[in-house]
């Protein structure tokens, strides 16, 4: 990102640059500014900490998986194609995250562990994003049950293995495939249920 882009979101690049090559241990907010040209007073004028700083990295990954689940949400197919689909989705975005950015995927389970607002915020888009889906295939009895509540319970406590991050840096090591064919069994089985009503 050049110098010539809002100061905020140099900052930003420049912190999720540090937290993905030093961990969230090794990342402080003067080797930010020093690789900003600002002084660390500066940053503070931007992010009022160094937690605050770090939800900020946290949450704009937290966009681009909110931004991928809402295209299948948006999408034209049935309620129980777009929620496969939309689950699918999610286990696999987290897990590359594991994968791929561990050291991001770290601080994220600080996050966690600390009930962080932007922890908070990104479950309830989530939920949301799921809710729309689900309320959709309930307006036309394509789902059977009560309330949406219960299915989105009943969905996400079934899945918690495979969409919970914390759950899935527990399976760090598990075969991989072998969870994808696990994942995919059950969903189906959960989604059978939400179809015939005997959640």
Do not use: C
């Amino acid at each position: 990102m050049s110098k010539s882009e809002p100061t905020g979101a140099r900052l930003l690049d420049i912190a999720t640059d540090h937290v993905r090559k030093h961990g969230l241990q090794r990342t402080s907010v003067v080797a930010v500014a020093r690789d900003a040209q600002l002084s660390h007073a500066a940053v503070y004028r931007y992010f009022a900490s160094k937690d605050a700083l770090i939800d900020a990295v946290t949450g704009e990954w937290h966009k681009s998986v909110e931004t991928q689940l809402a295209g299948v949400a948006d999408a034209p197919d049935p309620a129980d194609d777009k929620l496969e689909r939309m689950m699918l989705l999610l286990a696999r975005l987290y897990r590359e995250r594991l994968d791929h950015e561990p050291n991001l995927f770290a601080a994220w389970l600080s996050a966690i562990a600390e009930n962080r607002a932007v922890v908070r915020r990104h479950r309830r888009r989530i939920r949301g994003l799921i809710e729309r889906v689900v309320e959709e295939g309930r307006s036309i009895e394509h789902f059977r049950a009560r309330s949406n509540e219960r299915l989105i319970v009943f969905l996400t406590d079934a899945l918690h293995r495979f969409i919970d991050p914390v759950a899935i840096s527990a399976d760090r090591d598990a075969n991989r495939t072998e969870l994808d064919q696990r994942l995919a069994r059950l969903l189906r089985v959960v989604i059978r249920a939400m179809l015939t009503g005997s959640v």
